[in-house]
């Protein structure tokens, strides 16, 4: 029997272990930054454009945001694009809207563009340059070309570019001379939403196709559209999926993430996934919400799917929806933290995208129960346990260990195959948007149900992999399959760590994490939804073990009666696995040096056959600066010049196995 | 005089499915005309389709088309999709016609079974349109 002081204390150490945990310890991105903010737009015509791929001549017209002291510079760059929308309304009824460009007699343009102001000036605050541009001619054509106008999107963003390029170089009309050298265009980032979303994915495969004439360092996709399942790698991404989407109500644009993941053997680039619950697909754009301009307006869930859902619709008792000025704000603050990070290089704000720090800043308005976020570290800076993406992965792990289970009443890889592109949880793809449709295959995914206490998930760790010690976290991604387990209560299980000696380490998920929630609502076909969400655990909380001989990682359902969930991407992160190179690197007999640099890098590789090696140097964002494919010599040299200081991590390459090496340039 | 077909596509369907007691909301397949090895399949609405992001998709049996053109007219939504006439020719008499909002079913869905009771639970999103039956005339104009 506990007693009253006791159970206090009791009470003590829980609420501070919570605390602990959910504390909130990183700056705000979302705050408004010392920048004064001037804006202005340029309006080339309505048909100033003729895109290769499209049939129509399109609008050359859009806004800027910047600093109001240009002093200094060059500043970085955004690029802003919107959705598809309706394009004209009639000036003397506003609620008569066309889709028709140029607008006829008597029609003026639906601004869709001005749609994310709010965010421009913000971002602008902090020594942005923010362009947004209108894609109001595609939107009127779209849908009867095969890509829905993605190409074109892409040609456009970058003829808007060349033509910043003008007023970056010898300047032009409208702005004459403003803009000269104020733009760093090899550090720009990129924003779409819907359509849009889609349409910068397609232009920074553009831009890259081009040879990078343009520095396209971060893309957001926001609420996209994923129609031609593009994969983007080696450049750093971030999908914000609304919950309550009324319009893609499937949420396609979880496929950005999923499908990128492991495309690419040479991909480093970080990816993120960021889950609003109760958002929907409009409000993010001032345009586009009613109540905020004067035509085509609507709240989409409520017009598609009613407002009665006790989750997403806004006239239920129960209604979880956010408000448009609530939506806003989440949205400045988690694509201020993107962009800051990726584009301002301010590091401080990583814990928010990298699923450390789960409180949501102040200024995002939210709760911890409103927003989650997935995070897909970089390849040099995770090391894979099972990634549970075949068949195969029931039997063995991506490190070549065994896998087992013990009483699990469901124990399967689903949704990876054409014979199984889903996991038989709903007959509706709305419900389960990780999932593929019809011949298009979803992300593979882990599959357990529970009805024991001893229940249990293993994975045997190799022998090459079982010093745990180097890495920061454990991580994973993980939903609840609503239809198996239908109870709302939240679900809870124990993750274990074992050494070689037995000795168990065990933390409960619940500790770190609120990602295990029943999803919400009950929408016919649409709710709720299995949303995939990152759990993550510092390696150091597992104490009492010999973290540098880890056997196996366990998953003990010992915390609830039943349950049933889908797991994905079992893995360890962090920088720890990088090997600290303050002076000379002998490992594996190749020697680099020096390190820290003030210009070049040597690789020497002795006696070593030189021809098996190959090398790879990233940027600290994941972006690869240099790849060696064949090497002539004894030393290779890798000039560092041209990159600005800093950390770089390169990755050198034998086979299966690779080493990383953290470079230092001053 | 330019020449061309037109392909009459005769739909057995109930009319009064389309029209819903309390909005009165009529929706009907108004054309299927064939312009060169297209077949336009029109489709109208009493009230505008929603103008977003996703796409309607127009389901013939087991065949989907989704590349259209979406208008206005006053109140009145149009939607004509474009289907390629070997596709158009290859389709499957009394088979399902339905429209949706996005992808609704999987082709496995029991919902299959009973669309017009699907899309009446779900009317704001997805359209039974009747049974596909097929005739061909060809007319000069």
């Not at chain 1, 041209?642 to 953290?662: A, M, P």
Request: charged share 20%; with cysteine; hydrophobic share 35%.
């Amino acid at each position: 029997m506990i007693n009253k002081s006791g159970l206090s204390v009791a009470v003590l150490i829980f609420v501070s272990t919570v605390f602990k945990s959910f504390a909130q310890n990183t700056p705000d991105p979302g705050v408004k930054g010392p920048f004064t903010v001037s804006t202005g737009s340029y309006n080339l015509g309505d048909l100033a454009f003729n895109a290769p791929s499209f049939p129509k001549d399109i609008e050359m017209r859009g806004s800027v945001h910047y600093p109001s002291s240009l002093n200094g510079g060059p500043f970085p760059v955004l690029v802003l694009m919107h959705g598809r929308h309706e394009t004209c309304y009639k000036t003397s009824s506003p609620s008569v809207t066309t889709e028709d460009w140029p607008c006829i007699s008597g029609y003026q343009s639906i601004t869709s563009f001005e749609g994310y102001n709010y965010f421009a000036t913000q971002m602008a605050s902090h020594g942005y340059i923010v362009i947004s541009i209108s894609t109001n001619a595609i939107n009127a054509d779209d849908n009867s070309i095969a890509d829905r106008g993605m190409a074109a999107r892409a040609e456009l963003m970058q003829h808007h570019l060349d033509l910043w390029k003008t007023y970056n170089t010898t300047g032009a009309a409208p702005f004459g001379t403003l803009f000269i050298g104020k733009l760093d265009m090899k550090n720009i980032g990129t924003m779409g939403h819907s359509r849009g979303g889609e349409g910068v994915v397609a232009h920074a495969l553009l831009n890259k196709s081009l040879g990078s004439p343009y520095g396209i360092r971060a893309v957001l996709a926001l609420a996209p559209v994923d129609f031609g399942r593009k994969i983007l790698n080696g450049i750093p991404f971030m999908n914000i999926a609304p919950y309550c989407d009324g319009d893609v109500s499937d949420i396609q644009g979880v496929h950005f993430y999923d499908d990128a993941r492991y495309s690419d053997p040479l991909d480093n680039a970080p990816k993120h996934s960021v889950l609003l619950m109760g958002a929907n697909h409009n409000f993010f754009s001032t345009v586009w919400t009613p109540g905020s301009y004067i035509a085509g307006t609507s709240d989409d869930w409520d017009d598609n799917y009613g407002g009665n859902d006790p989750h997403c619709g806004t006239n239920s008792g129960t209604s979880k929806r956010l408000t448009p000025a609530k939506q806003q704000a989440a949205f400045n603050t988690y694509a201020s933290a993107f962009f800051r990070v990726y584009i301002g290089n301010e590091m401080a704000f990583a814990p928010i995208l990298e699923v450390d720090d789960i409180v949501p800043p102040v200024s995002s308005t939210l709760g911890t129960a409103d927003v989650f976020v997935s995070y897909h570290a970089p390849k040099s800076m995770r090391l894979d346990v099972n990634r549970e993406d075949s068949e195969n992965a029931e039997l063995t792990n991506t490190l070549g260990g065994a896998v087992s289970s013990s009483g699990l009443i469901k124990f399967d890889i689903c949704a990876d195959d054409a014979g199984e592109i889903n996991c038989s949880v709903s007959s509706s793809p709305d419900k389960e948007p990780h999932s593929g449709y019809k011949s298009v295959l979803g992300m593979s995914q882990l599959g357990m149900s529970w009805d024991n206490p001893t229940d249990s998930y293993e994975n045997i760790i190799s022998a090459n992999n079982k010093n745990f010690s180097i890495y920061k976290s454990l991580q994973f991604r993980a939903a609840i399959d609503f239809s198996e387990y239908t109870s709302v209560s939240d679900l809870d299980f124990t993750v274990q760590l074992i050494d070689a000696t037995s000795n168990v380490s065990s933390k409960s998920i619940s500790a770190y994490t609120h990602a295990m929630y029943h999803p919400p609502g009950s929408q016919s076909s649409e709710l709720p939804k299995v949303m995939f969400n990152t759990i993550k655990i510092p390696i150091s909380d597992f104490t009492g073990i010999d973290l540098t001989q880890v056997q196996k990682i366990k998953f003990l359902y010992n915390k609830s009666t039943q349950g049933s969930i889908y797991v994905v991407d079992l893995a360890l992160s962090g920088t720890s696995n990088v090997t600290s190179a303050e002076t000379v690197h002998t490992l594996p007999a190749i020697h680099i040096y020096p390190n820290p640099t003030s210009n070049v890098i040597n690789i020497d590789f002795g006696k070593n056959d030189k021809s098996v090696y190959k090398f790879l140097l990233y940027n600290m964002f994941g972006e690869l600066l240099y790849s060696s494919e064949s090497i002539s010599g004894n030393n290779q040299v890798i000039d560092l010049n041209n990159y600005s200081k800093g950390l770089y991590i390169l990755s050198v390459l034998n086979g299966d196995s690779s080493q990383n090496y953290k470079i230092t340039k001053n | 005089m330019k020449s061309f077909l037109i392909v009459f596509a005769y739909l057995t369907f109930s009319f009064s499915e389309f029209v819903f007691a309390q909005e009165k909301i009529k929706t009907e397949i108004s054309s299927v005309e064939q312009k060169e090895q297209t077949v336009e399949f029109t489709i109208t609405s009493s009230r505008p389709f929603y103008s977003g992001n996703n796409i309607h998709i127009l389901h013939i049996g087991k065949k989907d088309f989704s590349l259209s053109k979406q208008y206005k007219k006053d109140k009145t939504g149009v939607i004509t999709f474009f289907i390629p006439l070997d596709d158009f020719n290859g389709l499957t008499e009394g088979d399902d016609v339905w429209m949706s909002y996005g992808n609704k079913l999987r082709s496995d869905a029991d919902e299959r079974k009973d669309i017009k009771r699907f899309c009446k639970k779900n009317e704001k999103t997805c359209w039974s349109l009747g049974k596909f039956s097929k005739q061909v005339q060809t007319h000069d104009k």
